[in-house]
């Protein structure tokens, strides 16, 4: 019996190669400059693709020759073909929900421009419709280094509520919107809110305080209904392929209940999906965190899913307490073990946010306790964030087997980490390089689209220039990447942290077929030009998710 398998398996072997050639392929891409991201960062010409993946990568020659009758021949005219990005800590599920009805100010340079994009939208929207811009800016992207003022949101529209939210920090209010809201005096803003006075001790009409005060005042916005929920999702998913995104790795978030993912998995059992999606599940109220995570995961085990959404854990908030806490208390982190600890008995990924390396200390101890008891190092565990990771931190999480996801903060945030802590400091954040070399698994991504654009472009740019959003190079030479090196974190490197490295990442046999065909090579075109590239042609299993001139037909 054994022989006999033996032999049907060599067989199937042997078939399977001329199979391939005979049926054909269903897509052929030939005479481009395919960056396949292997192990080598071998450059090839030309890939075949059938039933979602790629089946041939090498020569035009060869790889014409397994095209039938049958097969779409995509002639790239020398373009450059990279795998599909993955953003590893993209809060996209919650981006998608307003896609279809908030103003972006994403990659906008200057504030005329943004403030036209809320009279576009008054024009365009339902009368009294609301206007929100919910974050994704920066002021210094604007040339004339400011925020809007209120008088000039009522100026671009004086019939409509406007909303303006900065990062975690501001929000400007049009007189329209606090009406709408009920707000007349600061007792009427959530806790620890507060009204932002100018010098005259005027109120401004923006709201400033506390994270928790911003979070409960966008709360108190009107949510999209469900079809401009699934509408948004939709929409969201073509913006990211159009960016040469085919992934992306969600840390749940703030203002996100159970409720928020329904769109999401409609246009999965829609088979609508243009974005391989993994979502982690954050604890939501303080105290309850425990209970929270076991009520939504207890029919839920890791990876549950398919290839376009799973289930990957837990994070990137597990608990309040926790949560931009750099001095917890001696209860805090026992409640914070028994989450992590029994995460770990059921074999679940978990990923947590964290700021400064000077206090991760007290999160790795808890990781090292936990991995005492069970071993975690098999089961993908990440920090997010961490820009000044030391050396000895990252030696101690190469130890744990524990990834990091790094993204581009200081793209928006450099400038003040420089007035904070000096050039010097600022030099070898993040240090990515020195992460590489300690051996870390590491992904990159942007956290979008609160406190960063979610352009992978403007990422990529910034990893290899180091240059802030207003221009300035922070970054030393010996933190940053070489071209295939970011490209490497972007894609193989993001795969890591919802086990899929194996299945994507890179252009190799075997693999799905997801991939971007670039409006101008990543290699070669000046860094300062990086940011402004874009997909011609996105792929995801095979299938065209977006296309532009000279593809679009
Ligand atoms: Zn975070």
Same mark, same amino acid.
């Given at each position: 019996m054994k022989q006999v398998l033996t032999a049907v398996v060599m067989l199937v072997g042997l078939i399977r190669p001329a199979l391939a050639a005979a049926q054909g392929a269903d897509t052929v891409l030939i005479n481009g400059k395919v960056l396949t991201v292997d192990r080598e960062f071998s450059t090839r010409e030309a890939i075949a693709i059938r039933d979602g993946r790629i089946v041939a990568v090498g020569t035009t020659a060869d790889v014409r020759k397994l095209a039938g009758a049958q097969t779409r021949i995509i002639d790239l005219q020398g373009k450059t073909v990279i795998p599909g990005l993955i953003d590893s800590h993209l809060h996209a599920i919650r981006a998608a929900l307003s896609f279809s009805t908030e103003v972006n100010w994403i990659g906008v340079r200057s504030l005329t421009e943004a403030v036209a994009r809320i009279r576009d939208a008054a024009r365009t929207m339902k009368p009294g419709a609301w206007l929100i811009v919910a974050g994704g800016w920066n002021v210094q992207q604007f040339k004339e280094n400011r925020r809007p003022t209120q008088a000039e949101l009522v100026a671009a529209a004086p019939n409509n509520p406007v909303y303006v939210q900065l990062g975690y920090g501001w929000a400007m209010l049009t007189p329209a919107a606090m009406k709408a809201l009920n707000i007349t005096t600061e007792a009427d803003l959530p806790q620890g809110g507060r009204f932002e006075k100018d010098a005259g001790g005027k109120p401004t009409g923006a709201v400033t305080g506390a994270q928790g005060a911003i979070i409960a005042l966008f709360d108190r916005l009107p949510r999209p209904t469900f079809d401009q929920q699934i509408q948004g999702t939709k929409l969201f998913f073509r913006e990211l392929n159009r960016l040469a995104l085919t992934?992306?790795?969600?840390?749940?978030?703030?203002?996100?209940?159970?409720?928020?993912?329904?769109?999401?998995?409609? =246009?999965?059992?829609?088979? +609508?999906?243009? #974005?391989?999606?993994?979502?982690?599940?954050?604890? @939501?109220?303080? !105290?309850? %965190?425990?209970?929270?995570?076991?009520?939504?995961?207890?029919?839920?085990?890791?990876?549950?899913?398919?290839?376009?959404?799973?289930?990957?854990?837990?994070?990137?908030?597990?608990?309040?307490?926790?949560?931009?806490?750099?001095?917890?208390?001696?209860?805090?982190?026992?409640?914070?073990?028994?989450?992590?600890?029994?995460?770990?008995?059921?074999?679940?990924?978990?990923?947590?946010?964290?700021?400064?390396?000077?206090?991760?200390?007290?999160?790795?101890?808890?990781?090292?306790?936990?991995?005492?008891?069970?071993?975690?190092?098999?089961?993908?565990?990440?920090?997010?964030?961490?820009?000044?990771?030391?050396?000895?931190?990252?030696?101690?999480?190469?130890?744990?087997? =524990?990834?990091?996801?790094? +993204?581009?903060? #200081?793209?928006?945030?450099?400038?003040?980490?420089? @007035?904070?802590? !000096?050039? %010097?400091?600022?030099?070898?954040?993040?240090?990515?390089?020195?992460?590489?070399?300690?051996?870390?698994?590491?992904?990159?991504?942007?956290?979008?689209?609160?406190?960063?654009?979610?352009?992978?472009?403007?990422?990529?740019?910034?990893?290899?220039?180091?240059?802030?959003?207003?221009?300035?190079?922070?970054?030393?030479?010996?933190?940053?990447?070489?071209?295939?090196?970011?490209?490497?974190?972007?894609?193989?490197?993001?795969?890591?942290?919802?086990?899929?490295?194996?299945?994507?990442?890179?252009?190799?046999?075997?693999?799905?077929?997801?991939?971007?065909?670039?409006?101008?090579?990543?290699?070669?075109?000046?860094?300062?030009?990086?940011?402004?590239?874009?997909?011609?042609?996105?792929?995801?299993?095979?299938?065209?998710?977006?296309?532009?001139?000279?593809?679009?037909?």
């Open positions: 992934g992306v790795v969600d840390p749940g978030g703030n203002n996100l209940s159970p409720d928020d993912y329904q769109a999401l998995f409609k =246009v999965w059992r829609d088979g +609508q999906m243009t #974005m391989r999606v993994a979502y982690s599940l954050c604890g @939501q109220t303080p !105290g309850m %965190e425990f209970e929270e995570l076991k009520s939504l995961t207890a029919l839920l085990p890791i990876g549950f899913g398919d290839d376009m959404l799973r289930f990957n854990g837990l994070g990137e908030r597990i608990t309040a307490a926790m949560n931009n806490n750099d001095r917890p208390s001696e209860s805090d982190k026992a409640q914070y073990y028994q989450i992590a600890k029994w995460a770990a008995d059921r074999g679940m990924a978990l990923t947590m946010h964290w700021g400064r390396d000077a206090s991760v200390d007290q999160l790795l101890t808890i990781f090292e306790r936990v991995n005492q008891e069970v071993p975690i190092s098999s089961l993908r565990w990440s920090i997010a964030h961490l820009n000044d990771a030391s050396v000895k931190s990252l030696e101690r999480m190469k130890a744990l087997g =524990v990834g990091w996801t790094v +993204q581009d903060a #200081m793209y928006f945030g450099g400038d003040q980490l420089v @007035q904070q802590s !000096g050039p %010097e400091a600022a030099r070898r954040v993040p240090p990515v390089v020195t992460g590489g070399k300690i051996g870390v698994a590491i992904g990159a991504g942007t956290d979008a689209h609160r406190v960063a654009s979610y352009n992978p472009f403007t990422a990529l740019q910034w990893f290899l220039d180091g240059k802030t959003v207003a221009g300035n190079a922070i970054r030393g030479p010996e933190e940053t990447p070489s071209r295939a090196d970011a490209l490497r974190l972007y894609t193989r490197g993001s795969a890591w942290f919802s086990r899929d490295e194996q299945k994507r990442g890179s252009l190799e046999v075997g693999k799905l077929a997801d991939l971007a065909v670039l409006s101008r090579d990543y290699m070669t075109v000046p860094v300062d030009q990086i940011g402004g590239l874009e997909s011609v042609l996105t792929m995801v299993a095979g299938k065209i998710v977006y296309a532009a001139a000279p593809y679009k037909e």
